[in-house]
Every structure is written in structure tokens, then in C-alpha cells.
């Protein structure tokens, strides 16, 4: 995998850009992120379908020391799945969802605001729902195996998360 430090307007302090190679690279770099998360992080992940979302979701739960990489799946039908690692873990999927009101039904808030890590595919689409401070991972396909990762975040609490993160990968090289 590679840091993107040339793509014009993503070497900023809150953004960190990389391109993954294979999927196992995507789990590698969800790992590391897992590895960094703190009681009460949420993630919010975007991309089309088959972006990767649920690959780095697998890595994230690896960092947080679930073993059962493989019961690591889209709850897209369930809404949401829970892993115990270090954390409890909330997987959430909201491409089925009509409308944000309805991650309300499941009372997202308690989750959201919980002592556990929340991450959430399709986050793009229940936007409202979520805190105010949140970590951004942005899917890209570019090619059959190559994806682009978009990392950011909005508050200060993640300012650490992301240094943390830009200088775990650069350590992978
Ligand atoms: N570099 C890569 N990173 C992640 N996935 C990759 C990569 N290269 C190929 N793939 C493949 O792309 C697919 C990604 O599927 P995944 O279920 O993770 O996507 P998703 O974004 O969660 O899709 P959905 O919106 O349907 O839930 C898998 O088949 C995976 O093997
Ligand atoms: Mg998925």
C-alpha cells in the first residue's frame, strides 16, 4: 500500500490518502485503524458496492482483537452486528435503510454514545444520526484490485487517532 502524498488537496493535517494494492492490504490497514480506536469511536465508512467496506471493517475488528475474522459479514439484512474483541464492537449497514429515522429505531444513539466502537457502512446515507466528532473512510475502486482510501475525520479527538494511523503505515514499509 501507498500514501498518496502528490493528490492535490490530501496532504493536509486531518486527511491521509492511500491506495491498496490487494485485499489483504485493505485488511492490514483496517487492522492498524483497529488498532488505534478508542471506547466510544465511530466510523463512518462510504463506497459503492463491493468498495471494500466490509474488507476493512474485518481488519478494524482483527486491530480490536476479534479472532473470528470470518463471522465478520455486511449485516445488511440485520442492521447490526456485534463482536466482542478488546471493545465491543457495533457493525452497522445501512443500505437498506429509507431513511435515517430508522437507525433511531434501533436506538443508534446508545450505541453511538456506548462504550463500545461503531462502524457504520453506507454511513453516507444516515449522516444526521451520527455525533458530532467522527472518523471518515472514503472507498474508491480503481482498478480490479487497487482501491483508493480517503481517511479523515471531524473533531479533535481524532487529531492523535490520524497521526497515529499516518505513521503506523508508514512503518509497514
Ligand atoms: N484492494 C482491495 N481492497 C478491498 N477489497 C478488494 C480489494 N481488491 C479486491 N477486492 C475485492 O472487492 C470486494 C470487496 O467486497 P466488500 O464486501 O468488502 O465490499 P463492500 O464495500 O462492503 O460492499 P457492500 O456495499 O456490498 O457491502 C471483495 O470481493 C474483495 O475480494
Ligand atoms: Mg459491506
Redesign the pocket.
Known amino acids: 500500500m501507498n500514501i498518496l502524498n502528490n493528490k492535490k488537496g490530501y496532504t493536509s493535517e486531518t486527511t491521509l490518502f492511500i491506495e491498496?494494492?490487494?485485499?489483504g492490504?485493505?485488511?492490514l490497514l483496517g487492522s492498524l485503524i483497529g488498532s488505534l480506536l478508542k471506547a466510544g469511536d465511530v466510523v463512518a465508512?462510504i463506497?459503492?458496492?463491493?468498495?471494500?467496506?466490509?474488507?476493512?471493517?474485518?481488519g478494524i475488528a482483527e486491530g480490536l482483537g476479534i479472532e473470528d475474522k470470518k463471522g465478520v459479514t455486511?449485516p445488511?439484512y440485520v442492521l447490526i452486528n456485534q463482536y466482542m474483541g478488546r471493545l465491543p464492537v457495533y457493525h452497522f449497514?445501512a443500505?437498506r435503510l429509507e431513511s435515517a429515522a430508522e437507525m433511531y429505531d434501533i436506538d443508534c444513539v446508545e450505541f453511538f454514545w456506548g462504550n463500545g466502537v461503531s462502524l457504520v457502512?453506507?454511513a453516507d446515507k444516515i449522516m444526521e444520526c451520527l455525533p458530532d466528532e467522527f472518523i471518515t473512510v472514503t472507498?474508491n475502486?480503481i482498478g480490479?484490485?487497487?482501491?483508493e482510501i480517503l481517511i479523515s475525520y471531524h473533531g479533535e479527538r481524532y487529531k492523535g487517532f490520524l497521526k497515529g494511523l499516518r505513521s503506523g503505515v508508514q512503518c509497514l514499509k
Do not use: F, N
Open positions: 491498496t494494492y490487494a485485499v492490504e485493505t485488511i465508512l463506497g459503492h458496492l463491493g468498495a471494500g467496506k466490509t474488507h476493512l471493517v474485518k455486511s445488511s449497514d443500505y457502512e453506507w472507498m475502486t480490479q484490485t487497487t482501491r
